[in-house]
């Protein structure tokens, strides 16, 4: 997984054809791991807003290229996995925002929080997440 799929690291390559036409910067901290994060990465773009109708169709025609090419991957267990990693990245970006505004005195960042939060209440409706979304509804106030 590259962990830093966002908009602002992709590049568009007009000279190329296909998948080579997108290229990608800042993959220094690429490691093994789900690709559900990735996937999360870009349809909850933490700099620009993804309406959830967009997330949900992009969402789908990704479920459906994987079954397409393994018939038995569990889309599911996916959605499932997607959601939980969503919401911990989400979350976890959340916290960093706030970090860069207090300790690095950037309070560019502060203007996310309100999507990012929008995305983590997205992610926690996932039947799996209940008991988290009601943990953020008693102790996590909107922005």
């Not at 800042?26 to 807003?49: E, K, N, T």
């Not at 789908?60 to 991957?73: I, K, L, M, N, Q």
């Not at 599911?76 to 979350?91: C, E, I």
Request: hydrophobic share 45%; charged share 25%.
């Amino acid at each position: 997984m590259l962990r830093d799929f966002h908009s602002p690291n992709l590049l568009w390559l007009e000279d190329r054809e296909g998948i080579a036409q997108v290229g990608l910067l800042d993959f220094q901290d690429a490691v093994m791991g789900p690709c559900a994060y990735d996937v999360a990465s870009l349809l909850q773009d933490a700099r620009i807003d993804v309406p959830e109708e967009l997330e949900i169709e992009l969402f789908s025609r990704y479920v459906r290229a994987r079954r397409a090419h393994d018939p038995g991957f569990d889309a599911n267990g996916f959605a499932r996995l997607y959601a939980t990693l969503a919401a911990q990245r989400a979350t976890k970006i959340l916290g960093i925002f706030a970090r860069l505004d207090r300790r690095d005195g950037k309070p560019q960042y502060l203007r996310h929080l309100p999507r990012i939060f929008g995305y983590v209440r997205r992610a926690l409706t996932h039947p799996a997440l209940a008991a988290l979304d009601d943990w953020y509804v008693a102790r996590v106030p909107p922005p």
